[in-house]
């Protein structure tokens, strides 16, 4: 068993929100290269800008209260077992 602190989780988040924001600049720079501004690629593309920016609002407030430096104990071995897989079961 072993523990790492809470903030290694925000590595993976912060690679995966890096990419849609990414993405959602390259779609951006795609519609207005393309000539592709109509008013339904307008109303799409705003309602999905809109909807990142509302998940980015809330996952913001929901994680202020976190505290990132609480340990969390990793076990690599389940409860229960032993010696590679044996199930340790109690004898009558």
């Known amino acids: 068993m072993f523990t790492l602190p809470l903030y290694f989780a925000l590595i993976p988040f912060v690679v995966v929100v890096g990419y849609v924001a990414l993405m959602s600049f390259l779609n951006i720079v795609h519609i207005i290269h393309y000539g592709a501004t109509t008013f339904v690629s307008f109303v799409v593309t705003f309602a999905f800008l809109v909807g990142a ?7 913001y407030n929901r994680l202020l209260d976190t505290d990132w430096r609480q ?12 010696d590679f897989g044996k199930f340790n079961s109690p004898q009558p």
């Open 71 to 82: 340990p969390v104990e990793l076990n690599l071995v389940p409860t229960g077992f032993s």
């Open 53 to 59: 920016a509302g998940i980015c609002f809330v996952t």
